[in-house]
């Protein structure tokens, strides 16, 4: 499978919002990744119902929703309403992961669970068969524009193989710090969609940005 880029449009410029999902609407991104941040689980605050519903109004591909929340499971089947085709919860945020993974499958959503940079992947082994994705943070969640992290390479590798034994469709979805110079490297070890934010929308040309990330090979070595 050719890998997936899924811009975040938490870079988008707020004041021509309609402009910048309509570009990636044109683009070669494949989905729309969509953080929603509570500034509790985060220390940051992005945006809600409101938001997220005008850009599924526009948006043309699907809605890779990250929820960034205390409590998620308050709000999955809204969300699934509002037109995310992933759901994304946290590990970290979710006492009762399985019956989180449960409903966002009843919501008629895909699931995927997030992972901190300190959360090795081991710990999702006992539930990795009822996942659609599992989410690599590269960068600690909260603000775009962090630096990546490099062991984000070898965790890719570890899950990849995890996934390989129990759950080969899965796919790992990496986010943090994701750009042009990173990307072979990242594909190389395992990863199948690359949330991009600050590169792809600080980029003197968002749509070549886009198509240079998804047509680029995987390699090994590259630039962290």
Not at 54 to 64: F, T, V
Not at 107 to 113: E, F, I, Y
Not at 163 to 187: K, M, R
Request: aromatic content about 6%; glycine content about 6%; some cysteine.
């Amino acid at each position: 499978m050719k890998h997936l880029i899924a811009p975040s449009v938490l870079s988008a410029d707020f004041a021509n919002l309609q402009r910048d999902v309509e570009m990636i609407n044109s683009s070669e991104a494949d989905w729309f990744h969509v953080d929603i941040m509570d500034g509790v689980f985060v220390p940051n605050i992005s945006f809600g119902f409101p938001v997220m519903e005008a850009i599924s109004r526009h948006a043309k591909k699907p809605l890779d929703v990250h929820l960034m929340i205390v409590n998620p499971d308050h709000y999955i089947e809204r969300f699934a309403q509002a037109g995310a085709s992933t759901i994304t919860v946290h590990y970290e945020a979710c006492p009762h992961l399985h019956k989180t993974i449960q409903s966002i499958h009843e919501a008629g959503a895909k699931a995927c669970v997030a992972l901190n940079p300190h959360t090795p992947v081991e710990l999702l082994s006992d539930i990795l068969t009822d996942l659609d994705m599992v989410l690599v943070m590269s960068v600690n969640p909260g603000f775009g524009g962090q630096k990546f992290i490099p062991n984000t390479l070898d965790k890719i590798r570890r899950l990849r193989s995890l996934a390989n034994v129990l759950n080969p469709g899965l796919l790992i979805e990496v986010d943090g710090g994701v750009a042009l110079h990173n990307t072979p490297a990242l594909l190389h070890a395992g990863a199948d969609v690359l949330v991009a934010g600050n590169s792809i929308f600080g980029a003197e040309s968002p749509v070549e940005m886009i198509s240079a990330m998804k047509h680029l090979p995987s390699t090994e070595s590259s630039s962290i």
